[in-house]
């Protein structure tokens, strides 16, 4: 059964994490860009490896804070994987939010998704980002089965991806475990036939 990313739209509407209770939670946001580079790929970051950099060697979904001067979360998506990335809106089919993740440091993170068109050049900043991920969808679903993730959520320390050279955990893997759990339905065990 091949997996049609056109029924997206229909998917992440269904239980979308809420957003916290109370506002003391800083508002972020985050793209989940999906692109088809001869299978479904997901784009990452890599965060710059500086000395006192919070977030120094992470894997993360690129995006940012909400600025007082962005209308609301999705224009402050756009702006910040415009900023981040140089992948600007019209090269970005937008889907929607896939709903609020918290973190451990009281941020918000609100995730959206798209399909990104794949075109370039990406581009970045090296004292922020030390490298741009294009991570196989194939991949991320067959750790989630081989660490039976499917309908469990597990802690901070068992909630891991691994790549090649790098491991993405924490909120980055909540959301994409969250992802491949709407997707989950659609995919063919076998990963064969995954395609757009």
Known sequence: METD???LRHIIRNAIPPGPADNSYQPT?????VFD???PHILAIQKSDTEGYPWRNQVALPGGHIDKNDSNAVEAAFRELEEELGITRNQVEFIGSLGHFQTINHKSIEAFTGLWNGKGP???DPKEIARVL???????VRTHEMKNFHNRLPDIHDLTYPLED??????T????HYFIELLHPLLNTSLRSVRF
Request: proline share 3%.
């Open 122 to 124: 990406v581009r970045h």
């Open 134 to 140: 294009e991570v196989p969808l194939k991949k991320l």
């Open 166 to 171: 790098a491991v993405i955990w924490g909120a």
């Open 5 to 7: 990313f056109s029924d």
């Open 173 to 176: 893997a909540r959301i994409l």
């Open 37 to 39: 580079k001869n299978e």
């Open 29 to 33: 946001c985050v793209f989940l860009l």
